[in-house]
């Protein structure tokens, strides 16, 4: 089982959806939960990161971490054809220094 | 400004070469990365450096070598390329390598070895 799973899609949705998009982890030492964006031929970007349990919000975008489930989520509302990407989750131990990434799911957002 | 750039975005070469792939950051990070992107996009670590010091070293052939001139640079040196080597090498930096930071991902740059 890989540390961290991913579903890589590919998601389709119209404009104005709600989006969610989902990992789940197998190793409690992670304490850094984030999640990236990366568009085509581009490098990743940090999105969002949170490091306990519960909800974190910004704008459009919800992470969500439960700890206990070893699963964690990012929600993206009124999406817009801009949000067309893969976005990729990515965990950390505490003293870690490396990212541990999911396999990312691709977002296609049609207008 | 460039925050993380890698020279060349683009790769393509012969079985059996050797090349290089340099990495520069003006962030003034302390911390500097190699990861490999597959065709299926999966990104994963090989190498870390913190301050010109190895830190992370994945299970990475030998035919890999990182090299660190000053804690601005990552350059990566492959000998003897394989068709299995064909990916999307990024770089990325981080202030100390520790924590919640943020890692600064370059553009990347894409091998394709024939």
């Known amino acids: 089982q890989k540390e961290v799973e991913q579903d890589p899609g590919p998601l389709s949705v119209p404009e104005g959806a709600i989006v969610s998009l989902n990992c789940t982890y197998s190793n409690s030492a992670f304490q850094y939960f984030m999640w990236y964006r990366q568009y085509s031929r581009k490098g990743p970007e940090l999105l969002m990161y949170?490091?306990?349990?519960g909800n974190k919000e910004d704008g459009r975008f919800t992470a969500q971490v439960d700890k206990s489930s070893k699963y964690i989520s990012l929600f993206i509302r009124d999406s817009q054809p801009s949000d067309s990407a893969t976005y990729l989750c990515?965990?950390?131990?505490?003293?870690?220094?490396?990212?541990?990434f999911g396999k990312g799911t691709t977002l296609s957002v049609s207008s | 400004d460039t925050a993380v750039s890698q020279t060349p975005k683009y790769l393509v070469t012969q079985m059996g070469n050797d090349k290089s792939i340099k990495c520069e950051q003006n962030?003034?990070?302390?911390?500097m990365y190699w990861y490999k992107q597959d065709s299926k996009k999966f990104l994963k670590i090989m190498f870390s450096?913190?301050?010109?010091?190895?830190?992370i070293n994945e299970t990475v052939p030998n035919r890999f070598s990182p090299k660190s001139p000053d804690k601005a640079h990552l350059n990566l040196h492959i000998n003897s390329l394989e068709l299995g080597d064909s990916a999307v090498y990024f770089c990325a930096s981080s202030p100390e390598g520790r924590g919640p930071e943020t890692q600064y991902f370059g553009p990347g740059t894409r091998l394709l070895v024939l």
């Open positions: 990515a965990m950390k131990h505490q003293a870690g220094t490396a990212l541990i």
């Open positions: 962030l003034g990070h302390d911390t």
């Open positions: 450096y913190n301050n010109k010091e190895l830190i």
């Open positions: 949170t490091y306990s349990s």
